[in-house]
T-cell receptor, first 114, second 114 residues
Framework: KQEVTQIPAALSVPEGENLVLNCSFT??????LQWFRQDPGKGLTSLLL?????REQTSGRLNASLDKSSGRSTLYIAASQPGDSATYLC?????????????FGTGTRLTVIP | NAGVTQTPKFRILKIGQSMTLQCAQD?????MYWYRQDPGMGLKLIYY???????DKGEVPNGYNVSRSTTEDFPLRLELAAPSQTSVYFC?????????????FGEGSRLTVL
């Protein structure tokens, strides 16, 4: 079964710092990897989607990379702001058991200190 | 643009009661999903649908039922509610499966079973 792990579980940084969030997965047979943001009590907002044939995707201050062979993805956030404080979740879309399911990590809770 | 709409946002049930969580999307997406999110755990897939009239089980289907009579709607039915079904439920949709299948989520429905 696909297992997705995110380390660290929580991260606190001062405003303006660049930071990296990590995501690892056990089975490299994936269709894509997606990064989400979740604010307290809210739904998930899609940030970036990387298809299995791609190496990275960028959106504004966010850059996500994918290394399928090593089962790793990173989300790089440049010049962090207090508004970036949220939980960041990664999910891999896998075709195990024909379910075409997304397997989620438990997230990294980010706090950006003004 | 409404996206994915879930109702109700909050609900308290007594053990043994039944209810339906509603989900509607206005993006003409083929795929729809129901996930549950428990504290400290990743999201788990309950049921999914790849089109009207087609549904299939995910990882944790016991105690739930779904139907998909239209492209837009994908209700989740809880029969004989149990305390173990206390959770936050998220509905999601994607245009298609596979590598380009970016997921969009609703705001969630918080259910408490007492």
């Amino acid at each position: 079964k696909q297992e997705v792990t995110q380390i660290p579980a929580a991260l606190s940084v001062p405003e303006g710092e660049n930071l990296v969030l990590n995501c690892s997965f056990t089975d490299s047979a994936i269709y894509n990897l997606q990064w989400f943001r979740q604010d307290p009590g809210k739904g998930l907002t899609s940030l970036l989607l990387i298809q299995s044939s791609q190496r990275e995707q960028t959106s504004g201050r966010l850059n996500a990379s994918l290394d399928k062979s090593s089962g790793r993805s990173t989300l790089y956030i440049a010049a962090s702001q207090p508004g970036d404080s949220a939980t960041y979740l990664c999910a891999v879309r896998s075709d195990q058991t024909g379910a075409n399911n997304l397997f989620f990590g438990t997230g990294t809770r980010l706090t950006v200190i003004p | 643009n409404a996206g994915v709409t879930q109702t109700p946002k909050f609900r308290i049930l007594k053990i043994g009661q039944s209810m339906t969580l509603q989900c509607a999307q206005d993006m003409n997406h083929n795929y729809m999903y129901w996930y549950r999110q428990d504290p400290g755990m990743g999201l788990k897939l309950i049921y999914y649908s790849v089109g009207a009239g087609i549904t299939d089980k995910g990882e944790v289907p016991n105690g739930y039922n779904v139907s998909r009579s239209t492209t837009e709607d994908f209700p989740l039915r809880l029969e004989l509610a149990a305390p173990s079904q206390t959770s936050v439920y998220f509905c999601a949709s994607s245009l298609n499966g596979g590598g380009a299948g970016e997921l969009f989520f609703g705001e969630g429905s918080r259910l408490t079973v007492l």
